[in-house]
């Protein structure tokens, strides 16, 4: 019989070399595989652990650094929890920043009607939606997996009368008269190193943009202006300021303003394309 002290002696070691805090990790899964809040490990160190097995292969997933959110199926972003599995992309906290950024266009602009390029998890567009009740958006994503776990946090926070899903590259498919686009695209370089929990566990498509990895956010940028929408705000690289600013110039657009993460890194910028003929 294990009881809870020596399964988190036993997970903390095991977790070691796969997570920079072993301690907390070991004891988010077992309050995981518990059924209960932290603090009850704490303030029980010899209640016993049911299912030791079960418990020990949460850890060894972990040990093989699967990301702890694939695991308890489950990710804190903004204000929600969502449902995230493998094949989608786990909400990062710097994509609050492109939330707050797209809310104060919308806010100031009494805009009604956007699309958002890359679904992911619904994060970004479920946030919006519970922030505006009138918002209509539409969601694409060019794969299946996303969009499925998509219309479950739709679904789990009810908002799928206001986001659309839709299966396609960019804005392709999005014929409806759209007043911003948000996005947080994959802007990674393809030949990057990424962490193993990254790099063998979530999905490339939700990471690589290209060889020199802005090629999506161009194509983007193109895109959107294209069609005639006149707001933009993207995710972006901390590396990529450069070369978007070089890009958007080139484009011609009535202003762009880059904003940093809470790093202090370039992140992400939003673009004025202007009101046609003016
Ligand atoms: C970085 S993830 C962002 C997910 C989510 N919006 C978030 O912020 O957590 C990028 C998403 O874009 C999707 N994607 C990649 N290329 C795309 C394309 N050409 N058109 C539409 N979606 C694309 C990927 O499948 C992935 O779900």
Redesign the pocket.
């Known amino acids: 019989m294990t009881d809870i002290k020596q399964a988190l002696s036993w997970a903390r070691e095991r977790l070691k070399d796969a997570c920079e805090r072993p301690q907390f990790e070991a004891e988010l899964l077992l309050a995981y595989h518990l059924d209960r809040e932290r603090t009850y490990l704490l303030l029980h160190p010899d209640g016993v652990v049911p299912d030791k097995e079960g418990f020990e292969a949460l850890i060894e997933r972990r040990a093989a650094h699967q990301p702890y959110e694939y695991i308890v199926g489950e990710a804190s972003f903004y204000d929600i929890h969502l449902h995230v599995e493998p094949g989608?992309?786990i909400?990062r906290p710097e994509?609050e920043l492109l939330i707050d950024k797209t809310v104060e266009i919308i806010k100031r602009e009494g805009i009604t009607q956007i699309a958002e390029?890359?679904?992911?998890?619904g994060?970004?567009s479920v946030v919006l939606a519970r922030k505006f009740p009138n918002l209509k958006i539409i969601a694409?994503?060019?794969?299946e997996a996303?969009l499925k776990v998509a219309a479950v946090n739709i679904d789990r926070y009810g908002v799928g009368e206001q986001v659309t899903l839709r299966r396609c590259?960019?804005i392709d498919d999005v014929s409806e008269d759209i007043e911003l686009v948000v996005s947080?695209?994959?802007y990674i370089a393809d030949d990057c190193a990424l962490e193993a929990n990254v790099a063998d566990h979530e999905?490339k498509?939700?990471l690589f943009g290209g060889r020199v990895g802005d090629e999506?956010l161009k194509r983007i940028i193109t895109d959107v202006k294209a069609r005639g929408i006149r707001w933009l705000a993207c995710e972006m690289g901390y590396d990529q300021k450069a070369p978007i600013e070089a890009f958007v110039n080139e484009v011609g657009v009535q202003s762009v303003r880059f904003y940093k993460d809470l790093a202090g890194h370039d992140r992400g910028f939003v673009v004025d394309f202007g009101i046609e003929g003016k």
């Open positions: 989608v992309l909400p994509t390029i890359g679904v992911g998890s994060a970004v694409t994503d060019i794969c996303p590259n960019l947080n695209p994959p999905p498509e939700a999506l």
